[in-house]
């Protein structure tokens, strides 16, 4: 019997920052403001080598996916889309409603008109997340989806609201049978 423990290594970038005008945008389609160069090769040698690279399908990974990797095959997956913030998509930022005095609890599960919640979010890209093989795998997506990660290793939803993801940041997780670790979060090289 082996006493190796297959692992998944996420790597996971949120994408530079949307070129979004101060609007919210969660599922806008929109393009990433790309720093210069200098900094992607910052980022892209801290990461290092990956096995795999998995996208969400939104332009603005993409585009950040390939200045990182260039040259290197994306595998876009839907699922990894960040949460559909429904009548509030589009909004200025300084315009959203103040939701008043939620617990965290009840803000994971509160669900902008039209849209979905944090919890929703989560339940949809955790199988994503589980379905890569093991390796090393660079996940270029969005804030929510890596909040999802940390919620899958956390096993707590509401506890992964409390992480703050910046644009170019790197969160690191492992995926294990039977559980997750967190290695870092939100490690900026840019």
Excluded at 29 to 45: F, H, N, T, Y
Excluded at 51 to 76: E, M, N, W
């Amino acid at each position: 019997m082996s006493d190796h423990i297959p692992t998944t290594e996420l790597i996971l970038i949120r994408h530079a920052p949307a070129d979004a005008g101060g609007r919210l945008c969660g599922r806008t389609d929109v393009d990433a403001i790309l720093p210069e160069p200098s900094a992607l090769v910052r980022i892209a040698e801290a990461v290092g080598s990956v096995d795999r690279l998995t996208v969400s399908p939104a332009r603005r990974c993409v585009q950040t996916a390939r200045a990182l990797f260039p040259g290197q095959d994306q595998h876009p997956d839907p699922r990894l889309w960040e949460q559909d913030f429904g009548a509030w998509e589009g909004r200025p930022l300084t315009d959203l409603p103040d939701l008043g005095p939620l617990s965290v609890g009840e803000l994971a599960h509160h669900c902008p008109p039209d849209g979905e919640s944090f919890a929703t979010l989560c339940a949809r890209i955790a199988p994503a997340l589980r379905d890569l093989s093991a390796g090393r795998i660079a996940v270029v997506a969005h804030a929510g989806t890596v909040r999802a990660a940390l919620a899958l290793a956390l096993g707590s939803v509401p506890a992964a609201l409390a992480f703050e993801v910046a644009p170019l940041s790197v969160t690191a997780v492992r995926l294990f049978p039977g559980g997750a670790s967190v290695r870092f979060v939100n490690r900026t090289l840019a």
